[in-house]
C-alpha cells in the first residue's frame, strides 16, 4: 500500500514539475500530448462556453469570455501548487518519515494530516516548527520541498510580466488597425483607406508591420497559448479578426488587384497562414481542420463577391478582371479560411467580413469624421473662418467613443 502511495507522489510530482517546466520555461510547442495544463484548458474551457451561452445579451457574453484568460491563469497556479503540496504528502506518508506534532496523536490518519500539514508549511515557506522532521531523510526532503516552492514562486511572478507584456504588444497592433481596416476589420476598408497619394507605400509599411507581428505571435502564442484566451478590450476587435483581415488584404493584393505591394503581401501571407497553421496544431484542431478545408467555403458570397468588386472599382482600384481571378482567390483562401474557422469556432470569436456593411450616416464613425474635414466637398463648400475647439468636439461626436 505504502509502495503504491509513494509511486503515485513521485510520479504526480514529476507531472507537475514537467509541466510547469514545459509552460513557464520551455521556448517551443510541447510535444507529450497528455500535459496537466492541456487536461486542465479541456475540463474547463467547454463548461466555461456552455455556461457563457446562458448570458442573454452578446455584451454580457463576451465579458464572460474575457473572464476566462485571467481567471485560468490564476486557477492553473493553484493547481500546480496543490500538485506540488500533494506530491510531496504523499511521499511524506509513504515513507512513515517521523514528525514531532504534539497536537496529534500518532495515528494513521494524523500521520497523513500531518504529511499535509508540514508540506503546505514547507511548500510556501512558513517555518511555524510546531511540527519538525526527526529524522535525516526527513529533513531533507523538507529542505528539498522548501527549494522547489520557493523556485515555483519565482517562476509564477517572471510568468506573469511576460504574458502581459506579450499581450500588450499583440494589442498595439489590432488597436493601430482599428483606424486603418475600420471598426470591425475589412480587407476592403483596408485597401480602400490606403488609397491616396503614397498610400501603396504606406499599404507596403503596414503589411511589413503585420509580418513582424506574426513573428512574435509564433515566438509568443506557441510558448504561452493561454494568451489565445485572452480577449481584446473591445468587443469588435480581436487579435483573430485582425490577423484574418490582414491575410484578406493580402491574397486580394495577390491575386485580384494590380499593386505594388505583391512582395511583401506575399511575405506577410506566409507568414500569417503559418501563426494560424502553429496555432492549430498547438490545440490540436487538425480534424475540424481537414472537414473545414473539404467543405464549401463560405465566408465571401456571390453577392458580397460583387460588393467588394464593386467598391473596389469605385474607388478607383485597378482589378485584374479576367476569368480566373476569383478561381485564384479562392485557391488563396483555401490555405487559410479552415484554419481561422476552425480557431473561431474553438475560441467563439468572429471572423470579420470582406467589405464592410453599409456607413451608418448619422452616426459615422471618427475615421470618416475626421477625413470628411478634409474632403474636396467639403472644402469647397466651407469658407476659411476660424473653428473653435468646441465646435470641432461638436463636429466630431464630443466624447463618443472611438469604437461605434
Avoid at 193 to 213: M, V
Avoid at 240 to 265: E, F, G, K, M, N
Wanted: hydrophobic residues 50%; neutral net charge; contains cysteine.
Amino acid at each position: 500500500m505504502h509502495v503504491v502511495v509513494f509511486l503515485f507522489g513521485v510520479s504526480f510530482l514529476s507531472a507537475v514539475l514537467l509541466d510547469a517546466f514545459q509552460t513557464i520555461i520551455l521556448p517551443r510547442r510541447p510535444v507529450v500530448r497528455f500535459r496537466l495544463t492541456r487536461l486542465f484548458f479541456i475540463a474547463t474551457w467547454q463548461p466555461w462556453t456552455l455556461l457563457v451561452r446562458l448570458a442573454p445579451s452578446r455584451k454580457l457574453r463576451e465579458q464572460l469570455y474575457s473572464i476566462y484568460g485571467p481567471l485560468s491563469l490564476l486557477v492553473l497556479f493553484g493547481v500546480w501548487a496543490f500538485g506540488l503540496l500533494s506530491s510531496f504528502a504523499l511521499i511524506y506518508f509513504s515513507l512513515h518519515l517521523p514528525f514531532r506534532d504534539p497536537a496529534h496523536p500518532v495515528t494513521t490518519f494524523a500521520h497523513l494530516r500531518s504529511s499535509f500539514y508540514v508540506s503546505g508549511s514547507t511548500l510556501f515557506t512558513l517555518g511555524l516548527g510546531d511540527v519538525v522532521p526527526i529524522t535525516p531523510l526527513a529533513r531533507f526532503l523538507t529542505i528539498a520541498e522548501a527549494g522547489t516552492g520557493l523556485g515555483f514562486v519565482a517562476l509564477v511572478i517572471g510568468y506573469v510580466p511576460v504574458l502581459y507584456t506579450a499581450f500588450s504588444a499583440r494589442e498595439i497592433a489590432v488597436a493601430l488597425l482599428d483606424a486603418r481596416a475600420g471598426s470591425p476589420p475589412t480587407a476592403a476598408e483596408l485597401l480602400l483607406r490606403h488609397h491616396f497619394d503614397g498610400g501603396s507605400q504606406a499599404l507596403t509599411e503596414l503589411l511589413a508591420e503585420w509580418e513582424r507581428w506574426c513573428a512574435a505571435m509564433l515566438e509568443t502564442h506557441i510558448s504561452y497559448p493561454i494568451l489565445c484566451y485572452y480577449r481584446s478590450q473591445h468587443d469588435n476587435q480581436s487579435w483573430l479578426a485582425a490577423l484574418t483581415t490582414v491575410l484578406d488584404a493580402c491574397s486580394l493584393i495577390i491575386t485580384t488587384l494590380d499593386a505594388p505591394a505583391i512582395r511583401q503581401a506575399q511575405l506577410t501571407f506566409a507568414i500569417g497562414r503559418h501563426v494560424l497553421v502553429d496555432l492549430g496544431h498547438v490545440f490540436h484542431r487538425e480534424a475540424l481542420e481537414a472537414r473545414l478545408r473539404d467543405a464549401p467555403p463560405t465566408r465571401l458570397s456571390d453577392e458580397e463577391f460583387a460588393r467588394l468588386c464593386e467598391a473596389l472599382q469605385a474607388a478607383g482600384l485597378s482589378l485584374c478582371s479576367d476569368l480566373h481571378m476569383r478561381d485564384r482567390l479562392l485557391s488563396m483562401r483555401r490555405l487559410y479560411e479552415p484554419h481561422a474557422c476552425s480557431m473561431a469556432l474553438f475560441l467563439h470569436l468572429d471572423l470579420p467580413l470582406w467589405v464592410p456593411p453599409p456607413p451608418n450616416t448619422a452616426r459615422p464613425d471618427l475615421w470618416t469624421s475626421v477625413a470628411n474635414l478634409r474632403s474636396p466637398a467639403a472644402l469647397a463648400a466651407t469658407p476659411p473662418t476660424h473653428v473653435s475647439p468646441q465646435a470641432t468636439a461638436s463636429l466630431l461626436g464630443g466624447d463618443d467613443d472611438l469604437h461605434t
